[in-house]
């Protein structure tokens, strides 16, 4: 009898220390996801400098000097967030497998920087827009790696879904049409097939707001900017016989609607963060309930 109660104890006792164990493993899990979290900020915050660095690229080369100064100032940031986003990689294992995209993205944009000059509106265009995909597609897999698509259908594979896809695929359906909006302003004119392109971005930021419901101040906020720049690319370039707008004018239209999505962007990041600590805080309560039921038995 004494034999029995030893081992009762014993595989009780092991049952702990795995149970511990276990939960000191999904408690760093979740840690390292919320660090990561900071990593995909970084990764959003690169692609709008990228996107910016587009728009006055376009400005600049359709014969706008007046953002001659911005670029070189984009260009100091964008190496500066690259080197920040490597340390937050390095420092999370998930994300080891991301380095590399993350050196050939800054490959990319030095490469655009040492050739801007002998460029075509068009061509800077292309290569910039390129690059942001690159960017786009590492975001993705940043936060497939950390976990964060996980069990299809739950808040925070939705969160992450607007987090990792919808947003950043927004914001950059707004920044082509800042870079080919601004060219068209610093030129005067925009011709037949410049109003074709507009206004597949048009429909295209339309669809990507649609069924968009975050509740807050910043969700509001952002409506109102998306739609004022909508409004801007219908009557300004789609509609009108000629471009009276300044670029430095739409430029500023389109930024203030990308910032106002990047601040969305936030408030999402944040209810990931709540929805990624209420899972680990579910998944522990659960074990312990079992612990507790085995103890009892």
């Known amino acids: 009898m004494l034999t029995l109660a030893i081992a009762m104890f014993c595989i009780a006792l092991l049952y702990g220390v795995l149970y511990l164990a276990d939960s000191h493993k999904k408690h760093r899990k979740m840690l390292r996801r919320i660090r990561g979290i900071a990593a995909l900020q970084t990764g959003v915050t690169l692609m709008s400098t990228i996107q910016q660095h587009r ?17 070189i100032t984009k260009q100091a940031e964008a190496r500066s ?9 390095d420092a999370s294992p998930e994300l080891a497998r991301d380095r590399r995209t993350l050196e050939n993205v800054a490959t990319g944009m030095e490469a655009i920087i040492g050739s801007l000059k002998q460029m075509t509106p068009e061509q800077s265009f292309s290569r910039h827009t390129e690059l942001v995909r690159n960017t786009i597609h590492l975001i993705g897999d940043m936060g497939e790696h950390l976990g964060l698509m996980d069990n299809e259908g739950t808040p925070l ?18 920044g082509q049409a800042r870079a080919l909006g601004s060219g068209y302003a610093a030129k005067g004119q925009v011709g037949a097939v410049g109003r074709i392109r507009l206004s597949f971005l048009e429909s295209h930021i339309r669809e990507c707001r649609e069924n968009m419901h975050i509740p ?39 930024t203030d609607a990308i910032e106002s999505c990047l601040k969305l962007w936030q408030d999402v990041a944040q209810h990931t963060e709540s929805a990624i600590g209420t899972r680990s805080i579910s998944v522990s309560t659960a ?5 507790r039921e085995y103890q009892r038995t």
């Open 157 to 174: 594979a939705m969160l992450s879904n607007l987090l990792l896809l919808r947003l950043p695929l927004l914001m950059e359906s707004i």
């Open 216 to 254: 807050g101040n910043n969700g509001s906020a952002a409506t109102e900017k998306v739609e004022a720049l909508l409004d801007l690319l219908e009557k300004e370039f789609i509609q009108a016989d000629e471009v009276n707008i300044s670029p430095e004018q739409f430029f500023k239209a389109a």
């Open 81 to 89: 967030i690259m080197s920040h986003m490597k340390a937050l990689i």
């Open 55 to 71: 728009g006055m690229s376009s400005g600049l080369l359709n014969g706008n000097d007046s953002f001659r100064t911005g670029l």
């Open 287 to 291: 074990a312990d309930h079992h612990f």
